[in-house]
């Protein structure tokens, strides 16, 4: 049985992708980020014969070899993501991002980890130049989130470079679907409209991206870690479409039958140099390399999420009537 380890499994993504790495019969180490409350975020409630939970942060070198050893795939996902709190708390996104991505690849090198996928981000491109994005494109670090994500793919790139460590640079485009956090679009949408508001708060709606749903998502990190071919590559996981904002809010209000009216934020404007634009991703290369091919369209993601988050125990955890940073 193969010994995996997942950063950031706490979060999001990662807690669906330990799931996934659980019933395709994985033995998983998931990595928790310490606080002193022994919360586990959305690991609390999955339990699992061979699911192993322990805390600890990626900021220090001596735990990421503790918790490298005997590990033969490592899937690094621990980050800070969000693009506001990264205006004004950049630091901690340069310790995180950068540093932390820097101790795991030093820990998987001095452990001899068989593979290790480091999470990358559509962000990395900004507003695109050409459409739809291929790996090719340039890097524009638009906020200091993209910029710590590009330093920290160049750091993990530089190891398999220098060191030969089998890293595959995994990058996700828009990534939504049950659990996400409400600083994310398609969540502050819904929470707010399954909380009944009939005015909901948001910033610019012109901007498009290529939404993909977190089993798709999941299914492709899975995908790369068989596939020999991507060490030393960077391949995104994308749908190959775009959607503006505004279609997103028209589709969720369809699906949830409301009659809401939109009402622009001031706050969650991003400054005009960093807003982007457009995100459509290129996937030619991980079809190329692994078959991968989303299985859901946006509507049939759409449906999942919001079935999710309109159970009273999950939209209980969310502050729809606050702007979340
Ligand atoms: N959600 C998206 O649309 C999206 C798109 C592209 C890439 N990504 C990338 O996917 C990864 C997961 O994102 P997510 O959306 O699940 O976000 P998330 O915030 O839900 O998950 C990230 C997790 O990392 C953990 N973490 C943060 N700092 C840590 C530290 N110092 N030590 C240990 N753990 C720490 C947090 O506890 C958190 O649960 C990130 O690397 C992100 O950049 C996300």
């Not at 998931?30 to 805390?55: K, R």
Request: net charge neutral; aromatic share 10%.
């Amino acid at each position: 049985m193969q010994k995996v380890l997942v950063t950031g499994a706490d979060g999001f993504i990662g807690s669906h992708l330990t799931e996934m790495l659980l019933e395709e019969g994985y033995n998983v180490t998931a990595l928790s980020c310490y606080n002193s409350f022994n919360y586990w975020g959305w690991l609390e409630g999955i339990q699992h014969p061979n699911l192993t939970v322990i805390s600890g942060d990626i900021r220090d070198p001596h735990f990421c070899k503790h918790i490298t050893k005997d590990i033969d795939v490592v899937y690094h996902l621990a980050a800070l993501i969000a693009i506001p709190y990264s205006y004004v708390a950049p630091d901690s996104y340069v310790d995180t991002n950068v540093k932390g991505t820097l101790n795991i690849c030093q820990a998987a090198k001095e452990n001899n980890v068989k593979r290790i996928l480091v999470t990358s981000t559509s962000e990395v491109y900004g507003t695109a130049q050409y459409v739809p994005i291929d790996e090719k494109h340039p890097k524009q670090p638009q906020s200091p989130y993209s910029a710590t994500k590009i330093g920290a793919d160049a750091m993990a790139m530089s190891f398999y470079n220098a060191f030969e460590l089998p890293v595959v640079i995994v990058r996700p485009f828009n990534t939504y679907g049950p659990r996400q956090s409400a600083r994310a679009i398609i969540p502050t949408i819904i929470a707010q409209i399954a909380n009944g508001l009939k005015e909901i708060k948001l910033g610019d709606l012109s901007p498009t991206r290529d939404f993909n749903f977190v089993r798709d998502t999941c299914r492709g990190f899975i995908e790369l870690s068989k596939c020999d071919k991507a060490i030393g590559q960077e391949v995104n996981i994308a749908s190959n479409y775009e959607i503006s904002m505004r279609d997103t809010l028209e589709l969720i209000a369809k699906i949830m039958k409301s009659d809401v009216k939109f009402v622009e934020d001031e706050q969650r404007l991003r400054p005009q140099k960093s807003e982007v634009f457009r995100l459509w991703g290129d996937n030619t290369k991980i079809m190329a390399l692994t078959g991968f091919s989303p299985k859901y369209d946006i509507e049939a993601g759409l449906k999942e999420t919001i079935e999710w988050f309109t159970k009273p125990e999950n939209l209980k955890r969310y502050k729809a009537n606050i702007y979340n940073v």
